[in-house]
């Protein structure tokens, strides 16, 4: 949860943003504005320079992510904001003070519900020796839904079915198979590296001749990042 609200975490020699994957190397003093900042402040400043804030980079999620419905990430938003119950009221045309007031509890209630669901899955996880071991989803997907609900072993029979000698014998038409398929090849890629287009080309050509297709898909799903000219490419961790 610290973690989270921060918007960064550490490793042993960066920090990560989990905003979108940059990564600051310890160490190292940075620049910003005519000032030197060491890296765990710097990280700060990138996340408010580029995110603005993790509060509003979380609120901005897919809402099967967050499980808040429009009017409600709206109200969160002008709370954010620091604004009065009445001046709510107003910028939103609604009811009266006192039925901001009500959305208030209700956003209240539904933390205490999110905290007992929390409480309940762990203690949950100590006794449920049948559940079957999902596969983490990547902290840069770009949307999350059932392609997503992949155990382990449908990994591995997933990877055995479409990749023989380390190629890739087809693209997969199912979306929970694409993303298997992605995400293998993902592990290929090298980290805190910037590929330009023709030598990540040469790499994904390695794995099925239409280089173009898994390039495109890798972006798509949220596997690399790129520059708006496409000349550069990373792997967004």
């Known amino acids: 949860m610290e973690e989270l609200k921060n918007g960064y975490i550490h490793e042993k020699d960066s920090f990560i943003c989990l905003l979108c994957g940059e990564r600051i ?17 710097y990280m700060r400043i990138h996340i408010e320079s580029t995110h603005q804030s993790v509060f509003e980079y979380l609120l901005g999620m897919d809402k099967k992510l967050t499980g808040l419905t429009e009017h409600q990430m709206n109200l969160l938003a002008l709370f954010y904001q620091g604004k009065s119950d009445k001046e709510i009221q107003k910028d939103l045309g609604i009811g009266s003070a006192s039925t901001i007031r009500h959305h208030r509890f209700a956003l209240k209630e ?9 409480a309940l899955m762990e203690l949950l996880r100590e006794k449920d020796e049948y559940a079957p071991a ?3 989803v990547h902290k840069t997907a770009t949307m999350v839904d059932e392609r997503y609900n992949i155990t382990q072993d449908e990994q591995e029979q997933i990877v055995k079915k479409y990749f023989a000698e380390g190629k890739l014998t087809k693209f997969p038409q199912r979306e929970k198979q694409k993303l298997v398929v ?10 805190n590296y910037q590929y330009d287009e023709h030598a990540l080309n040469q790499i994904l ?6 280089y173009v297709l898994i390039r495109r898909y890798l972006v798509d799903y949220g596997f690399l990042d790129r520059k708006s000219d496409g000349s550069s490419y990373w792997l967004r961790k």
Do not use: C
């Open 25 to 41: 190397e310890k160490g190292i003093v940075y620049p910003f504005e005519n000032r030197m900042y060491e890296a765990e402040r």
């Open 110 to 118: 539904k933390e205490r519900q999110a905290k007992t669901f929390l």
């Open 134 to 136: 999902f596969v983490p």
């Open 182 to 191: 992605l995400r293998e090849i993902s592990t290929h890629l090298e980290t």
């Open 205 to 210: 050509r390695g794995f099925y001749e239409d």
